[in-house]
């Protein structure tokens, strides 16, 4: 709760000097998730949108635009009119699909202006109880002493 007062504060300070309307907002604003509906990403700023339309006093809409590792949504955003109304939930993948994708559409540091982190996620990495590795230091070595035996799943390319 502590994160959603935060950004509403942070976002009701930054937007209305960044866009030159006076009374900014005048119509409903979209937040763009990179994800498909019903993920993480997905839940946070259904979570938020309510919160945030009540302090701005316009509807906030969540649209979800999934596909290329969130570079659709991405490319999207960057495109958009700089005026506010289109919002990026953005996620580590703005850093990371630099390295994994040789020519992006867009350029995340030129093209979007960050206004506010809005939630920090944490990661964490299973195994079978049966994998003789009980820490990370102990998976890296095992994988290294034994090339191509061991599998792994990722929710993305990256």
């Known amino acids: ?57 316009q509807p906030v809409i969540v649209e979800n635009r999934p596909g290329a590792g969130t570079n659709i949504a991405t490319e999207y955003v960057s495109k958009s009119a700089p005026d506010g109304y289109t919002l990026l939930l953005g996620s580590p993948a703005l850093t990371i699909n630099r390295s994994l994708y040789g020519k992006l559409p867009f350029d995340a540091l030129r093209d979007l202006t960050g206004v506010s982190m809005f939630a920090v996620s944490v990661n964490i990495m299973v195994a079978n109880p049966s994998l003789p590795a009980k820490n990370i230091k102990e998976l890296i070595a095992l994988a290294r002493s034994n090339p191509g035996k061991l599998t792994f799943s990722s929710s993305g390319k990256g």
């Open 1 to 57: 709760m502590k994160t959603i007062i935060g950004v509403l504060v942070l976002l009701m300070l930054v937007l209305p000097s960044t866009v030159p309307a006076q009374n900014y907002p005048e119509k409903p604003i979209r937040i763009i998730v990179g994800y498909a509906p019903g993920g993480g990403n997905d839940i946070a700023a259904r979570l938020m949108a309510p919160k945030l339309s009540e302090a701005l006093g």
